[in-house]
């Protein structure tokens, strides 16, 4: 089993900046992909950032040069660097990570942490 725990989450101005934090934990053979998903009330879970074990990333369209994510392989832990962040953009956001184990290949999902964006 693997266990994600994020932190960073909180309570953040329009035009502010979060840092979130996903570390990984467990007998862990090999992490690939790592990444943040969000959902707010009401919708959807969406993609904000993923990044491979090689540094390769991808965005969803409306977070483009506002989000950074990047990750620690010697540490398994995946970071979400937010700026200029909207009201609209309040939600749970979620840390996934595709992991084999001694159980196998599958994917692995944190908790969750709540970022609102409000004045």
């Known amino acids: 089993q693997v266990q994600l725990v994020e932190s960073g989450g909180g309570l953040v101005q329009p035009g502010g900046s979060l840092r979130l934090s996903c570390a990984a934990s467990?007998?862990?053979?090999?992490?690939?992909?790592m990444g943040w998903y969000r959902q707010a009330p009401g919708k959807q879970r969406e993609l904000v950032a993923r990044?491979?074990?090689?540094?390769?990333?991808n965005y969803a369209d409306s977070v483009k040069g506002r989000f950074t994510i990047s990750r620690d392989n010697a540490k398994n832990t995946v970071y979400l660097q937010m700026n200029s962040l909207k009201p609209e953009e309040t939600a749970v956001y979620y840390c996934n990570a595709d992991a084999s184990t001694l159980s196998g290949y599958r994917d692995y999902w944190g908790q969750g942490t709540q970022v609102t964006v409000s004045s």
């Open positions: 467990g007998i862990i053979f090999k992490i690939y992909a």
């Open positions: 990044i491979t074990s090689g540094g390769n990333t």
